[in-house]
């Protein structure tokens, strides 16, 4: 495919995977040698997380939508192979994260998937996208349980950090655009419809009270984690790739 048509992203916005069983089925090997190297590209292309995410879902039974889902990735990658991360020199090493999910976007198990970005200075250096292990009964609660996953990296690093001679002296702030999330995190009273996410709760709680971790509001519209949720038009794709810290490196 080198002489392929690029595309302006990876994903075709309102394509659903899962009616892909009403198309012919494809060889499985090739599927699987194509994603697998897909799922290697994305540990230095954040931008490409959710649209290989969505198609390794499909590894076992390959039909012909999943391959040209996959196919169309690479078609975006020939259209942007001089992008990257650019960390400048100038910037302060401050970590920051974003966190968000989307709520029972999986039409078949009804599970959400949690997306976070984790930034020091100028670019990301840690991020993910990943369909939920239980099913949220509200979107809250898919809240919740991305800003838990982006709480326990942010820790991880800060030791990581830690030991390489950087000390965070202040919180690290985590954004997330659910008021309800902030809440549920910020509130010491119990309440009913938080009763079964109990010890997340107290975990995230506690590195809040002692200062570690700062959950704060931000709009949806500069939300940067949603580019790991869901897909989306050719010009909000761009921003928030560009929000993301993935640009042109020639440039």
Known sequence: MSDCKPTATP??????LENGKDTPLVDCTLYRQLVGSLLYLTHSRPDLSYAVGAVSRYMQEPHELHWNAAKRILRYVQGTITYGIHY?????????????SDWAGDNIDRKSTSGYVLSLGSGPICWSSKKQAAIALSSAEAEYRGAVNATIQAIWLQHFLS???????HPTVIWCDNQSTLKFC??????????????????IRELIHDGIIDLQYCPSSEQTADIFTKTFTEQKFRFLRDRLGVKDTTA
């Open 11 to 16: 994903f075709l916005s309102g394509i659903k």
């Open 88 to 100: 400048a020199a100038n910037f302060s090493l401050n970590l920051i994260g974003f966190t968000d």
């Open 163 to 169: 030991e390489l001679g950087i000390n965070v002296h």
């Open 186 to 203: 910020r509130d010491p009273v119990q309440r009913q419809r938080t009763k079964h996410i109990e010890i997340h709760m107290h975990f």
